[in-house]
């Protein structure tokens, strides 16, 4: 199983950046995936939720009202569409699957990817 995180990358505060994920080696549509970030010093933090069919989403209350979560199973594809980011969004940002519902916390996840770096300049 591997899932391959991108799409991190330095952004002036108010910009945007779209996280992509790309999942293999599951069956994707039969998984909820999450995003999650860690910035240094700091605990991993839940982000977003969706559902296998993308039918339930949710989000963090850091995210709420900025970002949005979408998945393509055809395409094993999870997406994170970051708007209004400021510098306290900086971190690693992790995708991670998981089959079971309740996706906010990381002790659900079974199989992560490797992370994106995420720089927010002020």
């Known amino acids: 199983v591997q899932l391959q995180a991108c799409g991190g990358g330095l952004v002036q505060a108010g910009g945007s950046l779209t996280l992509s994920c790309a999942a293999s080696?599951?069956?994707?549509?039969?998984?909820?995936v999450g995003w999650f970030r860690q910035a240094p010093g700091e605990e991993r933090e839940f982000v977003a939720f969706?559902?296998?069919?993308?039918?339930?989403?949710y989000y963090g209350d850091s995210a709420k009202g900025r970002f949005t979560i979408s998945r393509d199973n055809a395409k094993n594809t999870v997406s994170l569409q970051m708007n209004s980011l400021n510098p306290e969004d900086a971190a690693v940002y992790y995708c991670?699957?998981?089959?079971?519902?309740?996706?906010?916390?990381?002790?659900?996840?079974?199989?992560w990817g490797q992370g994106t770096q995420v720089t927010v300049s002020s």
């Open positions: 991670a699957a998981t089959t079971s519902p309740y996706g906010s916390s990381a002790l659900e996840y079974d199989y």
């Open positions: 080696g599951l069956t994707f549509s039969s998984y909820n």
């Open positions: 969706i559902s296998w069919s993308g039918g339930s989403t």
